[in-house]
């Protein structure tokens, strides 16, 4: 599919592009205006993030315009990274090194190789089943039985999230629903733009209006009136981008409204993980948002429901 000549997805590109702008523009002139110790560090943070936030766009949309191959090989990479990033604050012993080669070096290239081929019925399978069967034997041989089931658990779980997971968003360019072939670009970015939009306005909203807390010892930044209103908001935003997917208006609030809630409950649960490991980010690879885990935390969880609710209502 030749994205470019798309008019709907040059219309989003353009419509990112107006709205990174307008923020640039808006960072800059608050950095002149802004006085105070306080209010320069949060306004150099905004900054920081409206940078990163121009690259991750950037290389999200040449990775779209690279095709199939080069979306796979971009989410290949996360996921690379945020198993690097989730590993390295969970404590591991000597043993769990031959399990950990088998994970970073067999399941997850694996895991994208069957996303390639488009073979779902292993696809869907591989690491829930097989995986999760043949970590802990590995740990087993290894002869170490301290905190075993600690230590299996926790690499299993980091499997399921950072490769697992997150393999379900380049697996989208691989759905043939009818009227929609080779579009399934779109669908990712639809996908992209709902969970990111939701990610950024639950902030915004919680910033402007923000009062009860919804679970204070685990986030203490996410509130009901910020939950609400990104929510509302971004499930909008997906009901009128419904021209970009195969989703009648309705479907879309309906698909919307489940990628926003599930996104919410991967950022909670990912804030819980964190607070267990005593951090405040998983990394510091992405200026102004910590690690890649953290940017992506609400995608680990919507991705797959988004993933099969569209293959099971819209691909015969």
């Not at 073979?119 to 740990?139: D, K």
């Not at 489940?258 to 200026?287: C, M, N, P, Q, V």
């Amino acid at each position: 599919m030749n994205l470019l000549g798309d008019p709907a997805f040059r219309a989003v590109v353009l419509g990112l592009l107006a709205v990174l702008v307008v923020a640039s523009v808006a960072g800059f002139a608050f950095a002149q205006r802004v006085t105070g110790e306080s209010g320069r560090d949060t306004v150099a943070n905004v900054n920081a993030r409206i940078r990163s936030w121009w690259l991750m766009c950037a290389v999200f949309t040449a990775a779209l315009l690279l095709g199939t191959m080069g979306v796979i090989l971009l989410f290949a990479l996360i996921s690379f990274l945020t198993l690097r990033e989730f590993i390295t604050i969970t404590p591991t012993r000597r043993a769990d090194h031959r399990t950990l080669v088998w994970v970073f070096f067999v399941f997850t290239p694996l895991q994208y190789y069957l996303v390639a081929i488009q073979w779902y019925g292993l696809f869907s399978i591989l690491i829930p089943v097989y995986a999760f069967l043949f970590i802990p034997l590995l740990n087993a041989l290894a002869g170490d039985y301290q905190q075993f089931l600690d230590r299996t658990a926790k690499v299993q779980w980091g499997l399921m999230l950072c490769v697992y997971c997150v393999s379900h968003m380049p697996a989208l360019l691989t759905l043939r629903i009818p009227g929609f072939e080779e579009q399934g670009p779109k669908l990712l970015l639809y996908l992209a733009l709902v969970a990111q939009s939701s990610d950024v306005l639950q902030y915004l909203w919680g910033k402007a209006i923000g009062r009860h807390r919804i679970a204070p010892t685990i986030s203490p930044n996410k509130t009901w009136e910020g939950f609400l209103g990104g929510i509302l908001c971004a499930t909008l935003l997906g009901t009128a981008l419904w021209w970009l997917t195969p989703f009648q208006p309705w479907q879309a609030a309906l698909m919307a409204a489940a990628i926003t809630l599930t996104g919410f409950a991967g950022g909670l649960t990912l804030s819980a993980i964190k607070r267990d490991r005593g951090i405040k980010d998983y990394g510091a690879l992405i200026e102004g948002h910590g690690g890649v885990l953290d940017r992506i935390d609400s995608l680990c969880f919507s991705a797959p429901l988004f993933f099969h609710l569209t293959r099971y209502f819209f691909q015969p």
